[in-house]
């Protein structure tokens, strides 16, 4: 079975390993960075121009891979909700001893409250663990575009990217799941 993001829409742990815009291991145990997960030479780059950092380049060519400096990101999260992809997080290893963060953009209703235990999920879509709302942030600059701050257990911070879709009202009268 092929994998990669042409054949599922998910990006294969070999296309994540020779991404440049996904951070090392040493800067991820720093603290919040953001990381770019977008593998496919598409004519795109809103992400360049949201950093007020200067930390993510394209290049003259639009349809270079986003680069990320390290060194420069300060994991604020303001690329998150430019990537009309979806493609960026924002990871934080550290957050306590236990567990690590996920800042992820999220576009359904309705949304989360802080507090709340959700089903955090990977790439794919599928549950991996629970995960604790930290934030919830719907600013005016983010365009529509709600990104939510979700702690994890540290073990699965290069897994989780999202958290699965709360049930409506209308599902939850159906009895639908």
């Known amino acids: 079975m092929n994998t990669?993001?042409?054949y599922t829409g998910i990006p294969s742990a070999e296309e994540l390993a020779g991404c440049p815009g996904v951070p090392t291991e040493v800067r991820m145990k720093k603290g919040r960075v953001a990381v770019i997960e977008c593998v496919q030479q598409i004519p795109c780059n809103p992400c360049e121009g949201a950093c007020?950092?200067?930390?993510?380049?394209?290049?003259?060519?639009?349809t270079n891979l986003p680069c990320i400096d390290v060194d420069k990101c300060t994991g604020c999260g303001?690329?998150?909700?430019?990537?009309p992809g979806l493609a960026i997080t924002v990871v934080d290893k550290v957050l306590n001893e236990l567990e690590a963060?996920?800042?992820?953009?999220?576009?359904y209703i309705p949304l989360p409250a802080e507090g709340d235990i959700v089903e955090a999920v990977g790439r794919d879509g599928q549950p991996v663990c629970k995960g604790r709302i930290l934030k919830v942030k719907k600013?005016?600059?983010?365009?529509?575009t709600t990104v939510i701050s979700m702690a994890i257990p540290?073990?699965?911070?290069?897994?989780?990217?999202?958290?699965?879709?709360?049930?409506?009202?209308?599902?939850?009268?159906?009895?639908?799941?």
């Open 4 to 6: 990669g993001i042409v």
């Open 52 to 62: 007020p950092f200067g930390a993510i380049t394209i290049g003259e060519q639009i």
């Open 78 to 83: 303001l690329c998150i909700v430019r990537c």
């Open 101 to 107: 963060s996920v800042d992820f953009p999220f576009e």
């Open 139 to 144: 600013l005016p600059s983010y365009g529509g």
């Open 154 to 177: 540290a073990e699965y911070a290069d897994t989780v990217r999202s958290m699965k879709r709360l049930p409506t009202e209308r599902t939850d009268k159906r009895g639908d799941k």
